[in-house]
């Protein structure tokens, strides 16, 4: 069984075919730049030319950064207002083979992490962060799965906390990994003193980075880095896009 996953972010919009037994890539990631103004019309355009490059025609997961409800969004809050109220699983559906499963490309993380990466066998409260341009967030509890958590919205040190520590705002900032580390270790603080997760899985951009930041971060919780990295949104999208049931049950 296979799917075609494919990750919206900030910067690229990225995706793969699948295999769903083992969450191995069945062929090289393909990345495309994500147009800027990141508007529905040229973002379906991107989504349409990453699918010709693998002549997909089987099932599709689209992971996206913003609230999905059904498959309709609620926020977008790293691309362009004007996502929002649409349904996608419908302006996907137009450009592609067949109607592709939308959800929140942090769940999709989340999913493929507990599926087949750090968070496989933890039965506890484990909670997955991805740090790229944004922050996202998902919870399980037990294996299971609460949709659309949006920690990197919390308000923390007077601004939404993904624009003091997700990667993006490292980047803008000029901050050292050593800055960032720090920044980490506060945000986690907050986290662990509201929720009490078991384990805290980092994922996204850094998780292919611990070279530069990890032997900075004194965590005050227990943390594992994705085993996934960077690929777990990609892998949660095809698993969705084959059977939406990992929404209810991952
Ligand atoms: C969005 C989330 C998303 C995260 C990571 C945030 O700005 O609100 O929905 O998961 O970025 O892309």
Redesign the pocket.
């Known amino acids: 069984m296979k799917a075609l996953g494919i990750d919206i972010?900030?910067t690229g919009i990225k995706g793969a075919p699948v295999d769903l037994k083992t969450g191995e890539l069945l062929a090289e990631r393909e990345r495309v730049k994500t147009p800027d103004p990141a508007q529905p019309g040229p973002v379906a355009e991107a989504v349409k030319e990453l699918c010709e490059r693998f002549a997909w025609e089987g099932p599709v997961g689209i992971g996206f950064?913003?609230?999905i409800k059904g498959s309709t969004t609620h926020?977008a809050?790293?691309l362009h207002r004007s996502w929002i109220g649409m349904d996608l699983g419908e302006h996907f559906g137009n450009v592609l083979p067949q109607r592709p499963v939308v959800l929140?490309?942090?769940d999709a993380a989340g999913i493929a992490e507990m599926r087949f990466g750090a968070g496989k066998g933890e039965n506890g409260v484990v909670l997955v962060l991805?740090f790229?341009?944004?922050?996202?967030?998902c919870f399980f509890n037990r294996g299971h799965f609460l949709p659309n958590a949006?920690l990197?919205?919390l308000w923390f040190k007077s601004v939404v906390a993904?624009k003091y520590v997700s990667a993006g705002a490292r980047k803008a900032e000029g901050l050292s990994w050593e800055g960032w580390a720090a920044r980490l270790d506060e945000f986690l603080s907050h986290i662990d003193r509201i929720f009490s997760p078991d384990l805290v899985i980092i994922g996204g951009g850094v998780a292919g980075k611990t070279g530069k930041w990890l032997e900075h971060s004194k965590p005050p919780v227990r943390t594992a880095i994705a085993k996934l990295g960077n690929l777990a949104g990609i892998i949660g999208a095809a698993l969705a896009g084959a059977d939406s049931s990992v929404l209810e049950r991952p």
Do not use: F, R, V
């Open positions: 972010g900030g950064p913003g609230i926020t809050a790293n929140n490309d942090a991805t790229g341009t944004g922050i996202g967030s949006e990197g919205h993904e």
